[in-house]
T-cell receptor
Framework: GNSVTQMEGPVTLSEEAFLTINCTYT??????LFWYVQYPGEGLQLLLK?????DKGSNKGFEATYRKETTSFHLEKGSVQVSDSAVYFC?????????????FGQGTILTVHP | GAVVSQHPSRVICKSGTSVKIECRSL??????MFWYRQFPKQSLMLMAT?????????EQGVEKDKFLINHASLTLSTLTVTSAHPEDSSFYIC???????????????FGNGTRLTVT
């Protein structure tokens, strides 16, 4: 079956530091990959996505590249802000008969200090 | 943007009682909604797919008689935890996709979740 593994948190950084949150996956087909973010007290929001190998998703300064050879989709940001403090979830979807079904990683808590 | 409203946000109930959680799409129609459960420090696990006007599809290992799902309209799905026990205490999250979305890669919209505590 499908699975997603994220680096364990929590991750604590100072403002303007570089962020990497690792994500690797296993899937039987050709999944689409997503990063979702959950800010305190809010629901999950799509941060970025990539639908095929070598695609790069980007949004709000965050980037992730779909690496089929290493089955990875690591999230990066060059300079984090306090407002980036949230829980980040890596997820995959295979579509087809699994339309709408997401397999999530366990989430990584990010705290950014001023 | 598309909003999914989930209610209540927190509920405490006694063991043996039932609890109903509502998930509404506020500005779009959703023929399909998804119910997830999240244990502390663990990932969200898909429990079931809620289909408007038909029976829900449950994931392996999820008791359908325990977790009753009703999707009576294009904007409302409910999850009822029947005869709740302390081990049912968890964070439940619903999500929905705009039925007008043309691609399975279109984003899901999530509710804010419901924290259920069974005493």
């Amino acid at each position: 079956g499908n699975s997603v593994t994220q680096m364990e948190g929590p991750v604590t950084l100072s403002e303007e530091a570089f962020l990497t949150i690792n994500c690797t996956y296993t899937a039987t087909g050709y999944p689409s990959l997503f990063w979702y973010v959950q800010y305190p007290g809010e629901g999950l929001q799509l941060l970025l996505k990539a639908t095929k190998a070598d695609d790069k998703g980007s949004n709000k300064g965050f980037e992730a590249t779909y690496r089929k050879e290493t089955t990875s989709f690591h999230l990066e940001k060059g300079s984090v802000q306090v407002s980036d403090s949230a829980v980040y979830f890596c997820a995959l979807s295979e579509g087809g008969t699994s339309y709408g079904k997401l397999t999530f990683g366990q989430g990584t808590i990010l705290t950014v200090h001023p | 943007g598309a909003v999914v409203s989930q209610h209540p946000s927190r509920v405490i109930c006694k063991s043996g009682t039932s609890v109903k959680i509502e998930c509404r799409s506020l500005d779009f129609q959703a023929t399909t909604m998804f119910w997830y459960r999240q244990f502390p420090k663990q990932s969200l696990m898909l429990m079931a797919t809620s289909n408007e006007g038909s029976k829900a599809t449950y994931e392996q290992g999820v008791e359908k008689d325990k977790f009753l799902i009703n999707h009576a309209s294009l904007t409302l799905s409910t999850l009822t935890v029947t005869s709740a026990h302390p081990e049912d205490s968890s964070f439940y999250i619903c999500s929905a996709r705009d039925q007008g979305a043309s691609s399975y890669n279109s984003p899901l919209h999530f509710g804010n979740g419901t924290r259920l505590t069974v005493t």
